[in-house]
């Protein structure tokens, strides 16, 4: 299995087993969240000189993915079930933040799902808008100014 497998899988299963209190298990909601989610996306994101893609390994075996684009946006940062609370998706964004900030962006920003949304909140990101709805689901924008 390639890498570009094993990050998609990662992806699927971060959505599917750790984000219920965002799609509750509704199908619909699930399949237009997963529907970008393929080995051929995963592989053209990788190839895109606009973005970075990271994946973090533990013994061999991809257990997060992050990424972000050149304007600043965070556009992933999803960990294995198999890895929650150890620290991984802190240290994707960490780079993922040296990246935009080495971009020349002065600021990182990305919409936050109800479940992740603590977690970026006490990583000093901010709410800056009303909730958006995508997807069926609500998705806070969220702001960090960098140092």
């Given at each position: 299995m390639s890498d570009?497998?094993?990050?998609?899988?990662?992806?699927?299963?971060?959505?599917?087993?750790?984000?219920?209190?965002?799609h509750e298990g509704d199908q619909a909601t699930l399949d237009?969240?997963?529907?970008?989610?393929?080995?051929?996306?995963?592989?053209?994101?990788?190839?895109?000189?606009?973005?970075?893609?990271?994946?973090?390994?533990r013994g061999g075996e991809i257990i997060g993915v992050?990424?972000?684009?050149?304007?600043?946006?965070i556009l992933l940062n999803y960990v294995s079930p198999d890895a929650?609370?150890?620290?991984?998706?802190?240290?994707?964004?960490q780079y993922l933040e040296n990246y935009?900030?080495?971009?020349?962006?002065?600021?990182?920003?990305?919409?936050?799902?109800q479940t992740a949304h603590r977690f970026y909140l006490a990583h000093g990101y901010e709410d800056s808008g009303d909730p958006e709805l995508w997807a069926g689901m609500s998705a806070q924008p969220m702001v960090k100014w960098l140092k």
């Open positions: 570009t497998e094993r990050a998609c899988i990662v992806l699927r299963r971060s959505i599917l087993e750790l984000c219920i209190a965002d237009q969240w997963l529907a970008n989610k393929t080995v051929e996306n995963v592989r053209a994101w990788i190839e895109s000189a606009d973005q970075k893609v990271l994946v973090a390994e992050g990424s972000a684009s050149a304007k600043g946006e929650r609370f150890e620290s991984v998706s802190l240290e994707l964004m935009v900030c080495a971009q020349g962006n002065k600021k990182s920003f990305l919409s936050s799902t």
